[in-house]
């Protein structure tokens, strides 16, 4: 059974335009850090602006929080929130074997994007947004080329689990990984997630605003960043799109 983290409240909205703003405009009058939960969402995004396609009953939540660490640690728990979703995704299927992290952001199911993460940074608050396929997915055309097909948890593994079911697992997941960061700094953290990135030791593509950069996957570094093999040398890359 879930317990549901001391100190983190809980919003559960029939419909918003997008958790992410609702979270922007909870914050300023807020000072603990809570979940947002929507069943629909009429104005949702991804990264880079991108629209975010949100199914009926799928899920799509926002946790804000007030970290005070520097800007370059606060980014990095964007691999807290995929060490949480991994493990929700554990604790409802009860398997581990489909499930891999994607840097990023995404968690892979059997090959394919069954979630995504987005960090938007306000001047006092953090909104790590969330969005699981986990009823449907998206048709193959809504996402840009050479990216992971998108994946449902139902179809892929017969699980029918609920947004606030997901969320019950997801909320404790990100509070046991958060205090390891809080308390230990990223190595743990690192640690953990590399243990179930896809693709480590293979080659892949890292597209920037500016170059693809061709390489094998062969660590993320102390500080986030994606570190590939190439012909020419290590190379470290802070941000990018990445392809198989």
Not at 59 to 73: H, K, V
Not at 77 to 90: E, I, M, N, P
Not at 93 to 122: C, H, M, Q, S, Y
């Amino acid at each position: 059974m879930y317990i549901w983290p001391d100190g983190v409240g809980r919003t559960v909205l029939p419909s918003v335009d997008s958790t992410m703003s609702e979270a922007a405009r909870v914050a300023a009058s807020s000072t603990f850090p809570q979940w947002i939960l929507a069943h629909s969402q009429t104005a949702a995004h991804g990264r880079r602006g991108r629209p975010w396609v949100n199914p009926v009953g799928n899920f799509s939540a926002t946790l804000l929080m007030f970290p005070t660490e520097p800007p370059e640690l606060v980014a990095l728990r964007s691999f807290v929130a995929s060490l949480a979703l991994y493990d929700a995704f554990v604790a409802v299927t009860g398997r581990t074997d489909p499930f891999a992290l994607k840097w990023p952001n995404d968690v892979l199911l059997n090959g394919g994007k069954v979630a995504g993460i987005l960090l938007e940074r306000g001047s006092s608050h953090l909104a790590i947004g969330i969005g699981v396929n986990l009823a449907e997915a998206p048709e193959r055309a809504a996402v840009e080329e050479g990216a992971a097909a998108p994946v449902s948890l139902a179809h892929e593994t017969g699980a029918l689990v609920q947004p606030e079911e997901f969320l019950d697992q997801l909320a404790p997941a990100f509070a046991h990984w958060e205090a390891q960061f809080t308390t230990y700094g990223f190595a743990p953290i690192r640690t953990a997630w590399l243990a179930r990135a896809a693709r480590l030791g293979e080659p892949i593509r890292a597209r920037t605003m500016a170059e693809t950069h061709h390489g094998t996957f062969e660590t993320v570094d102390a500080f986030g960043n994606l570190v590939l093999a190439t012909p020419k040398g290590k190379l470290s890359i802070p941000a990018a799109e990445v392809y198989f």
